[in-house]
Nanobody, 127 residues
Framework: QVQVVESGGGLVTTGTSLRLECTAS????????MAWFRQAPGKEREFVAA?????????YGRSVKGRFTISSVNTKNTLVYLQMNSLIPEDTAAYYC???????????????????WGQGTQVTVSS
């Protein structure tokens, strides 16, 4: 069973930065494609960012493009960061990391693309 674990959430003020970390246990068929989603209270889960299994192609949701950066530190994408800059209160949410062994990027921004999910880490941005 693949384990996905997020860390790095916390309480910050508007305009500051935070870095989330996601680790995934190794799999015989990795590398993974990895993604971050977020869910605010009373709202649907929203795509934030993804990195394809090749470790080069990255994708962002419209609300975070230009402020957030996803990166991987190894070729299997078992350790991925989400650097979040210029945070605003609207970024407040539980952030979830997800992994898939799928190499196609056709659905990389969709929840259904991912087989393994973490428990989430809370990010709260105060005004």
């Amino acid at each position: 069973q693949v384990q996905v674990v997020e860390s790095g959430g916390g309480l910050v003020t508007t305009g500051t930065s935070l870095r989330l970390e996601c680790t995934a246990s190794e799999h015989a068929y990795s590398p993974y494609a990895m993604a971050w989603f977020r869910q605010a209270p009373g709202k649907e889960r929203e795509f934030v960012a993804a990195i394809a299994s090749d470790g080069r192609r990255v994708y962002y949701g419209r609300s975070v493009k230009g402020r957030f950066t996803i990166s991987s530190v190894n070729t299997k994408n078992t350790l991925v960061y989400l650097q979040m800059n210029s945070l605003i209160p609207e970024d407040t949410a539980a952030y979830y990391c997800a992994a898939t062994l799928t190499t196609s990027v056709a659905n990389i921004g969709r929840e259904l693309n991912y087989d393994f999910w973490g428990q989430g880490t809370q990010v709260t941005v105060s005004s």
